[in-house]
Protein backbone atom coordinates (compact mmCIF):
# COMPACT_ATOMS: atom_id res chain seq x y z
CA UNK A 1 0.00 0.00 0.00
CA UNK A 2 2.79 2.62 1.03
CA UNK A 3 4.28 1.59 -2.58
CA UNK A 4 1.11 2.67 -4.36
CA UNK A 5 1.13 5.76 -2.19
CA UNK A 6 4.90 6.62 -2.91
CA UNK A 7 4.29 5.94 -6.58
CA UNK A 8 0.91 8.10 -7.13
CA UNK A 9 3.32 10.91 -5.37
CA UNK A 10 6.33 10.82 -7.58
CA UNK A 11 3.93 10.14 -10.69
CA UNK A 12 1.75 12.74 -10.63
CA UNK A 13 3.28 15.42 -8.29
CA UNK A 14 6.84 17.10 -7.67
CA UNK A 15 5.56 16.50 -3.87
CA UNK A 16 8.65 15.56 -1.19
CA UNK A 17 8.15 12.31 0.81
CA UNK A 18 9.27 11.97 4.67
CA UNK A 19 9.15 8.45 5.37
CA UNK A 20 7.56 7.85 8.49
CA UNK A 21 8.56 4.93 10.65
CA UNK A 22 7.04 3.69 13.53
CA UNK A 23 9.06 2.64 16.16
CA UNK A 24 8.63 -1.24 16.35
CA UNK A 25 11.13 -3.93 16.42
CA UNK A 26 13.83 -3.54 13.94
CA UNK A 27 12.69 -7.24 12.13
CA UNK A 28 9.59 -5.43 10.98
CA UNK A 29 10.86 -1.57 10.17
CA UNK A 30 13.62 -2.86 8.11
CA UNK A 31 10.86 -3.38 5.19
CA UNK A 32 9.88 -0.33 5.68
CA UNK A 33 12.98 1.60 5.65
CA UNK A 34 14.43 -0.76 2.35
CA UNK A 35 10.80 0.51 0.52
CA UNK A 36 11.71 3.80 1.66
CA UNK A 37 14.96 3.66 0.38
CA UNK A 38 14.16 2.04 -2.39
CA UNK A 39 12.59 5.31 -3.96
CA UNK A 40 15.14 7.76 -2.54
CA UNK A 41 13.62 8.84 0.12
CA UNK A 42 16.08 10.28 2.40
CA UNK A 43 14.21 12.70 5.16
CA UNK A 44 12.53 10.51 8.13
CA UNK A 45 10.46 10.82 10.95
CA UNK A 46 10.59 8.01 13.47
CA UNK A 47 6.83 7.44 15.48
CA UNK A 48 7.18 6.45 18.90
CA UNK A 49 3.58 6.43 19.36
CA UNK A 50 3.88 7.46 23.16
CA UNK A 51 6.57 4.68 23.79
CA UNK A 52 9.56 5.60 25.64
CA UNK A 53 12.47 5.71 23.87
CA UNK A 54 14.72 4.52 26.66
CA UNK A 55 12.42 1.61 27.17
CA UNK A 56 13.36 0.65 23.14
CA UNK A 57 17.08 1.91 23.05
CA UNK A 58 17.60 -1.24 20.50
CA UNK A 59 14.99 -0.71 18.24
CA UNK A 60 16.05 2.69 18.23
CA UNK A 61 19.57 2.68 17.59
CA UNK A 62 18.91 -0.08 14.70
CA UNK A 63 16.78 2.26 12.82
CA UNK A 64 19.05 5.02 13.54
CA UNK A 65 22.50 3.30 12.19
CA UNK A 66 20.20 1.62 8.87
CA UNK A 67 19.54 5.37 7.69
CA UNK A 68 22.92 6.93 8.88
CA UNK A 69 24.24 3.59 6.98
CA UNK A 70 22.73 4.46 3.80
CA UNK A 71 22.63 8.61 3.62
CA UNK A 72 26.31 8.21 4.10
CA UNK A 73 26.78 6.20 0.77
CA UNK A 74 25.41 8.94 -0.95
CA UNK A 75 28.28 10.83 0.41
CA UNK A 76 26.11 13.66 1.47
CA UNK A 77 29.41 15.64 3.47
CA UNK A 78 28.77 16.58 7.08
CA UNK A 79 27.05 20.06 8.16
CA UNK A 80 30.17 20.80 10.33
CA UNK A 81 33.76 19.89 10.69
CA UNK A 82 33.19 18.27 14.06
CA UNK A 83 31.66 15.06 14.91
CA UNK A 84 28.53 15.64 16.82
CA UNK A 85 26.58 12.45 18.69
CA UNK A 86 24.19 12.06 20.81
CA UNK A 87 23.36 10.27 23.81
CA UNK A 88 21.21 7.34 23.70
CA UNK A 89 19.78 7.55 27.54
CA UNK A 90 19.72 11.24 27.74
CA UNK A 91 19.34 12.42 24.34
CA UNK A 92 21.42 15.66 25.23
CA UNK A 93 23.83 16.94 22.09
CA UNK A 94 27.73 15.77 23.31
CA UNK A 95 30.54 17.39 21.50
CA UNK A 96 33.34 15.47 20.16
Avoid: C, W
Amino acid sequence: MMSLIIDEIEKFGNGKVVGTIPLIPFLFARPILDLYLSHDIRAFAIDANYKDIIGNVGDFTLILSKINGQISRLGIPSSSSKSIRYSTFSMEKLQT
